[in-house]
């Protein structure tokens, strides 16, 4: 019964009539996807028409769309939509850092579970296998690749009885999530704060060996970086460990300039290994967010 | 160290956890969930174990002191101080305390039992007990606490009637300045429905010297009814009297008797009594009518007006010489006149009045007032002590082996002779004491002559309920009165009374009422009775007794064996509380920084 409640919050009917007009297929040139020169033959199958993109340098100028140039003046190269199977594995942060949030607002967890049931969901109905992965330090749930419309509510089941707790290990999901070497291409959503103490290092390593499009979705609580001065008591919720702090505007600053090199870093080490970097807050609106990262 | 009221440290059982507690919720600091913990400046994490969490435990022993002080506080705490060096215990040790308790002892039992307890929290350094019979009596010399308990325990209950104003004096004399003095009331006995003669008392009309009145003070716990009582003397019983009571309280019966007196009196309560051990009582009752005096010596119009005047005296008037028979005579009064042709053994009581400026007795200047030797247990019964006759003149040294048992200011004015006699010498001087002399003069002679005209083998007793005093078996020692002038009279002393038959003659008495003066308040026939409530539970309070009770009573208070602990202990809290707030105060130093 809770399942189904939680099921029903996940994904509510608004929110799927949008879904049902997104695809979460990569839509990339198909010179880039099949490596043939120029379009793709009519009867192609995997592919199809999507829309004229603009001209980025380093494509071959042979794509450019000639006619439309003759119409428009601008140089427009056409791209493609693959209906071919794009296996998506959307990876969910689950450690206990998840679970802070906004002061008496919603959480980052809460953001980033219903947007992986966004995310499986648009896979599921667009008929792609859809892999769910949530994770933890020593803590791995596993949905394998399921596909079409009738899973989803194994789907929905399956991130309903999710809850943050434990520690974050992004290394532990992404390594997971790497394991599929079955199917290529597809694309790869990682869900989290990216808040590891281990590190970004071993994450961003394992993400730079896949060739799958990664999306890096960072779900950051306002204020995060803020830590008030004076005597407190500083509580870890993945350890639940709590440290006696005595906080000078000093060290509050320091404290907030390493929080912001954090995401610095998470950034750089994104554009290394060009994946795709998406921040939110965790008081985003969810189909803002679904339509930013799938429309 | 001891506490006053321990019970209170039960309070120390919840208040300490309560402390605890919220010195715990006080101190709990806001708490703030890290989104990145790991990101920390290690400067931000304070040490534990540092100077704050001292200052913090500091705090915590400094409230449980704190709080276990003022709980101490109010329990009273105390630790042993140096008792006084003498302390003198008075127990009441008339033959009311042989009223068995309960627990199977007598009151005089329970009263040591509580001696006890006093010495013990007193801590004195010598002690005695001073036993309350009709004349104070010492149980032993200055010895240990527990070396007095012991004298005193091994003595039987006592007897009579407890003078207890008389020992209270006395324990005042022997605790000296510095002594201190507790009484150990034996607790009191309720006995629903019982009927008590508390005491007799009589006194002859002055109006009429052939009748008198005799006083029957009644107790009644719980009984409905009136009371019969019964009157018997020696040549038979009188017609009983009924008496309404109250159902439960006192009441004071005045009764008319015609008779010749002079011999013991049996008043009984007729009817069921649960307790009827002091449903009787004795007195010996003075001879009435007219008491013949004969006054030797030269006209003094003014004496012999004065002893004319008294209503019960047949006054009959004597040349010097030569010595008539005394035969029949109740009293001689020598008025300066040499008494050795007139003293006879046996005689009348004789009162020797001195010549003026002449003789071995100077008069003296001023009216004085009598101290008597609390040691010497005949005196007592002549109440002398607080007399104050017109004027004194000092009596010659005692003689050899005499003893000097009352003093008229500096001077002597009575002296025991060492064959058992006291001589009395009440140096008068009717001319030179003013109008206030003359006034007072006959009322003096009236005063005096009640005991002066009992006849030797008789005595004028009061309130000795319970004893058995058999006519004419009175040792004929007494004491003796000399006036001014040389005035000789015998009186009865108590010593010589035989002790009351063990099944028989008790009374049921409450010894601090007999702070009280003995007698009648007036001469009625009707009953006086007494406001409800408690008769028993509450004895008149002391402050309302006698003026010398009222002196006693200051000192009947227990003295401080145990020295309070409250001003060192207010101290020690007012320094913890000090310490607590600079603590607090160095707490929040940081914070005002931050």
Known sequence: ?295 | MGFDHPALLLLLLPLLPAVWLLHRRGRELPRVRLHAPFLLPPAARRPRGGPRDLRDRLRLLLRLLLTAGLVAALAGPEVPGPGPDRMVAVVPHGLATRLPLPDGGTRYDAALREVDRLFARARPRRALVLLAGPEPAAASGWTSPAAAVAAAARLPPGLGLPDLPGALREARRLAGPEGAIVLADPPLLRVPGNRSLVELSFRASQAEPEVGVLGVRLRTDQVDGPLELELQEESGKLPPIQVQTPRTGELLAAVSYRGPGGGPLRVGIRGDDPFPLDDEAWIRLPPLGRARVALVGEDDPELRRALGALPRVSLEVFPPSPPRSLEGVGLLVLAGQDPTPWLTVPGPPVVLIAPPAAGPLALAAAPVRLTVDPTERRIGLLALEGLLPPTLSPLPPPPAGGKVIVWAGEQPAVWSSPHGRVRLALAVAPGRAGLAGSALHAVFWDDLLEPLLLPPDGGCRTALVGERTPAGRLDRAGVYATAAGCLVARLPVAESLPPPPEEEGSALLEELELLEEPGLPGVSEAPVPVPDGPPVDTPPAPAAASPDAAASAPALGLPAARRSLASPLALLLLLLLLGEAWLAGRAAGPRRAA
């Open chain 1, 1 to 295: 019964m809770e399942s189904n409640e939680r099921t029903t919050d996940l994904l509510d009917p608004e929110l799927i009539t949008l879904l049902e007009r997104l695809s979460v297929a990569e839509r990339e040139l198909v010179q880039d996807r099949s490596g043939h020169a120029g379009p793709p033959a009519a009867d192609s199958l995997g592919v199809d028409f999507y829309e004229y993109a603009s001209y980025q340098p380093g494509i071959d100028v042979r794509h450019v769309d000639w006619a439309v140039y003759g119409r428009t003046g601008s140089l427009r190269v056409r791209s493609y939509e693959s209906h071919q199977e794009q296996p998506i594995c959307v990876l969910l942060d689950l450690s206990a850092s998840m679970g802070l949030g906004a002061a008496e607002g919603p959480t980052k967890f809460a953001l980033a579970h219903r947007l992986a049931a966004a995310i499986a969901y648009v896979g599921l109905v667009t008929y792609h296998p859809v892999r769910l992965i949530g994770f933890a330090k020593e803590r791995l749930e596993v949905l394998p690749h399921r596909l079409g419309r009738e899973a989803v509510h194994e789907m929905l089941r399956f991130l309903g009885r999710f809850q943050p707790a434990g520690e974050t290990s992004l290394a532990t999901g992404i390594a997971a999530g790497l394991e599929d070497v079955s199917r290529k291409g597809g694309r790869i959503f990682v869900l989290s704060d990216f808040l590891d103490p281990a590190g970004l290092v071993e994450a961003f390593g394992l993400l730079g060996t896949t060739r799958r499009r990664v999306d890096l979705v960072a779900i950051v609580a306002p204020g995060e970086e803020e830590l008030p001065t004076g005597a407190s008591l500083g509580e870890d919720p993945e350890t639940g460990q709590a440290v006696p702090l005595q906080v000078t505007p000093e060290l509050a600053a320091d404290y907030a300039g390493r929080v912001r090199g954090q995401r610095q870093e998470l950034a750089r080490r994104a554009h290394e290994i060009r994946a795709h970097l998406a921040t939110f807050p965790c008081t985003a609106e969810l189909p803002d967010v679904v339509t930013e990262l799938l429309g």
